[in-house]
T-cell receptor, first 113, second 112 residues
Framework: GENVEQHPSTLSVQEGDSAVIKCTYS??????FPWYKQELGKGPQLIIDIRSNVGEKKDQRIAVTLNKTAKHFSLHITETQPEDSAVYFC????????????FGTGTRLTIIP | DSGVTQTPKHLITATGQRVTLRCSPR?????VYWYQQSLDQGLQFLIQ???????AKGNILERFSAQQFPDLHSELNLSSLELGDSALYFCASSTTSPDTQYFGPGTRLTVL
């Protein structure tokens, strides 16, 4: 089955700096890669997603890049703000098949004011 | 707010007991997914229903079962509870299947 590895497990950055979180997946048939943000006491919130026919996607301060050949994808957050502090999860799934999401182990991002 | 609701928010029970967790998907969503989040296992897919029918199964224990009703709400039943079942249980929904999944706020289950 699919396996998703996520690094780093914790990340601290100064407010205003950029943060990068990386994930690798094992199943080359995976074609959908969402990122979720989870704040304390809340459910995962979708922040951005990318499909395998796209190499990069941007939404304001957040971007995701996908390298299908290397089977890895990354989340980039620019101009970080204190409200970006949370746990971030990457996930992968094979759509048009088993639609379950396989999640990475999470990255705890702390923004230092 | 994702539009997915889950009740109860917290549940405390004893080993050997049975509990039912409830999920109401976003309006119009046909598909419901259940996930378990624990400290040692992370977020794990349990089961998916689409328009009342089971669509996919993950590492769901035989003591656990789920169903989706005609009004599209779903229930996850956990029986013969063990200490290790203590976790956050999330429901997610999507408009169709496959599609983007939106998560509810979760139910925190504590088994004593």
């Amino acid at each position: 089955g699919e396996n998703v590895e996520q690094h780093p497990s914790t990340l601290s950055v100064q407010e205003g700096d950029s943060a990068v979180i990386k994930c690798t997946y094992s199943d080359s048939a995976s074609n959908y890669f969402p990122w979720y943000k989870q704040e304390l006491g809340k459910g995962p919130q979708l922040i951005i997603d990318i499909r395998s026919n796209v190499g990069e996607k941007k939404d304001q301060r957040i971007a995701v890049t996908l390298n299908k050949t290397a089977k890895h994808f990354s989340l980039h957050i620019t101009e970080t703000q204190p409200e970006d502090s949370a746990v971030y999860f990457c996930a992968a799934s094979f759509k048009l098949g088993n639609e379950k999401l396989t999640f990475g182990t999470g990255t705890r991002l702390t923004i230092i004011p | 707010d994702s539009g997915v609701t889950q009740t109860p928010k917290h549940l405390i029970t004893a080993t050997g007991q049975r509990v039912t967790l409830r999920c109401s998907p976003r309006s119009g969503d046909l598909s419901v997914y259940w996930y378990q989040q624990s400290l040692d296992q992370g977020l794990q897919f349990l089961i998916q229903y689409y328009n009342g029918e089971e669509r996919a199964k993950g590492n769901i224990l035989e003591r656990f079962s789920a169903q989706q009703f005609p009004d599209l709400h779903s229930e996850l039943n956990l029986s013969s509870l063990e200490l290790g079942d203590s976790a956050l249980y999330f429901c997610a929904s999507s408009t169709t299947s496959p599609d983007t999944q939106y998560f509810g706020p979760g139910t925190r289950l504590t088994v004593l």
